[in-house]
């Protein structure tokens, strides 16, 4: 079942299934609709057939009651014309006349015969004659014959002689001078061999599921039916008929002998009138008995359809398949190019798929020129970054891509432990990373190579200084990378940084010099000007050594030299670290003491001249000793410059001097 599933669920997005599916959908719906159309056609010429078919029959069966009853009616006029006056009075007459007329039987159940008054003098039955019975005057027939004095066709009724459903034919006797003398009746069974033998064979099961010929008489009274027992009854009795019967009403009951039709929901009526009678006879088909060979027409075709749909599905898959087969094989043949197979044929196909293996082809042809040319350069390439000295990385995604032997070398990684590698694995801190990639896009934003100096980390050993320079591989496509150079700067950055300490430090003491003791002054001043200036006091002490050139003089420069290292320890000793001493000339020294005022700064001055007054060179067998005069002064207006400021505290010093040294003066 997984496997099936699998197979359906890999077969089912491909172009074939979806091709075989929807030509299958079009192909059911075509023949669906085809067949429906075809059926409806059909089940409407049929419908209009059978009605068709029913008035022929229905016209038929009026035609039968028409004869039937025209010859009834010669019949009973045949027997009538030997009918006399004197016969009327004669009883053994009229017996031995009747006796004889026994083929009257074979159309009236009853031939009675009545004088003028109504008296029944005789009647003929199966069972032979009888003689008077009960009279008929005052009946319709009987008096609608004396009257007209023509033949006249009774309603259904009850017979009178024998008591069944009958109708009965009335031959009205006429003298020479037209009197009539007595009338001639004949009864037609309307059951049991009657008129409706001639129409349908009498049922006795239900008849309403049956096609049935029904006769009414102009009233609305049935005169036949094969159900006897609705013989006489109202035509409410047939509810199949109702609604053509009413039909029949308004249009005014004509009789017109050709027939008509009613279609119903339930049935089909198809009608045609008898003049002779004034009857209609009406022949009702029930529609499911017309509806049940439609429905096994319609599930045959539908199954003649289904099979016939099965079958040409089947036969456009295979058709499909074969002709798909060149694109499954261009499929295969592709995906081995793709696989770095270049030597399996293409297939042969003529069409589409005949164009689109050419395309492929070419395709594959010109891939194999740009992989060939590919190859070259980066042989090339990689010749290029196994030489340069200088250090080549290409990263896209903040990640190496591809690293020259000299990135390898500076950061002490093989190849494989970079490429793919995150960038900063290379940085001192992954903010650094963060903070390089951030400065080299910004310049990229300006169309600028970015470059910049950071500290790198190798694997092993202490950091390294690294200019980095950075150059996108697209300008207008950022997410394409970037080409990373890399020097190693440190020896640059070690002598640069000597070279400013050297700048601002004094080489024999490792003070300050002039220039440095500025800048720190000049530092301190900048941030009293700032927005949060820093208010506090501060404040410069000047020192000049007392008595220094004897020393110089009399035990050599050397001598000199060590005495000026020994004061400048003297001197920081007594300060703190953020205090910056200085040598600024030969033998003078100066103090910059931030958050300091002028009365602290005396204290700090009288510890450093009773430090340097302890001082104790041995030199040569000699001891050698220094004074020193100080001048303190503390910044006093915001506006005054360094040179301002420290002149304050050279002429504090100088007072010292003047008042013999070896003591600190304030400004
Ligand atoms: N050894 C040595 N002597 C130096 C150096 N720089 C300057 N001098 C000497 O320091 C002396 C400074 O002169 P002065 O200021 O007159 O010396 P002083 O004897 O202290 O005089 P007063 O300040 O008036 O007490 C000079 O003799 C310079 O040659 C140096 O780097 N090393």
């Known amino acids: 079942m997984g496997r099936r599933g699998g197979f359906v669920a890999r077969w089912l997005p491909t172009l074939k299934a979806r091709l075989a599916v929807g030509s299958t959908l079009v192909l059911f ?141 009335a031959h009205p006797l006429l003298a020479d001078d037209g009197r009539v003398y007595g009338v001639l009746f004949g009864s037609m069974p309307l059951v049991d061999g009657g008129l409706a033998a001639d129409l349908d064979d009498p049922m006795d099961d239900d008849v309403e599921d049956e096609e049935v010929t029904v006769v009414t008489d102009a009233n609305g009274r049935i005169v036949s039916h094969p159900d006897r027992s609705r013989v006489l009854r109202e035509v409410s009795a047939e509810p199949r008929l109702a609604p053509a019967y009413e039909r029949w009403l308004r249009a005014g009951r004509p009789l017109s002998a050709h027939a008509g039709a009613w279609s119903g929901d339930e049935e089909l009526v198809a009608m045609a009138g008898e003049p002779e009678t004034g009857w209609q006879v009406w022949r009702i088909l029930p529609r499911a008995l017309l509806q049940a060979p439609l429905r096994e027409a319609r599930i045959e075709a539908l199954e003649v359809g289904a099979v016939f749909s099965v079958a040409m599905a089947a036969l456009m898959v295979w058709f499909l398949a074969q002709q798909l087969q060149p694109l499954d094989r261009l499929q295969r043949r592709a995906a081995r190019l793709i696989a770095g197979d270049q030597r399996t044929e293409w297939p042969e196909a003529d069409g589409e798929i005949g164009r689109l293996a050419a395309t492929l082809r070419q395709a594959a042809v010109e891939r ?236 700090v001055a009288r510890k450093v001249a009773q430090a340097i007054a302890a001082i104790e060179l041995d030199w040569e067998g000699r001891t050698l000793r220094v004074g020193a005069s100080l001048g303190v002064a503390e910044f006093s207006r915001d506006g005054h410059s360094v040179e301002e400021w420290l002149a304050a505290a050279d002429a504090a010093c100088y007072q010292a001097k003047h008042r013999g040294g070896g003591v600190a003066a304030v400004a």
Request: proline letters at 4%.
């Open 29 to 169: 719906t075509s023949i669906a609709l085809t067949l429906t159309q075809m059926v409806r056609v059909a089940e409407q010429h049929i419908e209009t057939t059978v009605e068709q078919q029913q008035q022929v029959e229905v016209q038929r069966s009026a035609d039968v009651v028409s004869r039937r009853v025209r010859t009834m009616q010669r019949a009973l006029s045949a027997t009538a014309t030997f009918v006399t006056p004197s016969m009327m009075a004669d009883a053994r007459q009229r017996n031995e006349f009747f006796r004889t007329q026994t083929s009257l039987q074979a159309f009236f159940s009853v031939v009675a015969l009545a004088d003028a008054d109504g008296a029944i003098l005789l009647a003929m039955t199966a069972d032979g004659l009888t003689g008077p019975q009960a009279s008929v005057a005052g009946k319709s027939t009987f008096e609608r014959a004396l009257r007209t004095r023509l033949p006249v066709i009774s309603s259904p009724m009850v017979g009178v002689v024998v008591p069944k459903p009958v109708v009965v034919l």
């Open 368 to 603: 194999m020129r740009a992989e060939e040319a590919r190859a070259v350069v980066l042989r090339r390439l990689g010749s290029v970054l196994a030489a340069s000295p200088v250090g080549l990385a290409f990263e896209r995604d903040g990640r190496f891509q591809l690293v020259s032997a000299e990135v390898c070398r500076l950061i002490g990684r093989d190849e494989s432990h970079l490429v793919g590698q995150a960038t900063e694995i290379i940085f001192a801190t992954a903010v650094d990373d963060e903070a390089m990639r951030r400065a080299a896009a910004d310049a990229f934003d300006r169309g600028e190579v970015y470059e910049g100096e950071w500290r790198l980390v190798g694997r092993e050993g202490p950091p390294f200084w690294s200019r980095l320079r950075a150059r996108p591989v697209d300008a207008e496509d950022p997410a394409a990378g970037a080409i990373w150079c890399m020097y190693d700067i440190s020896g640059q950055i070690d002598a640069r940084q000597r070279l400013e300490y050297a700048a601002r430090h004094d080489p024999l003491t490792s003070l300050l010099n002039r220039d440095g003791f500025f800048t720190a002054v000049q530092q301190v001043l900048d941030a009293r000007a700032g927005i949060d200036g820093d208010h506090r006091p501060a404040t410069v002490v000047m020192i000049d050594l007392d008595q220094f050139k004897p020393i110089n003089d009399s035990s050599g420069h050397a001598a000199g030299d060590a005495m000026l290292q020994l004061v400048a320890a003297a001197i920081q000793d007594n300060v703190r670290s953020s205090d910056s001493a200085a040598r600024i000339g030969g033998d003078e020294f100066a103090l910059l003491l931030p958050h300091c005022d002028a009365a602290q700064g005396l204290g």
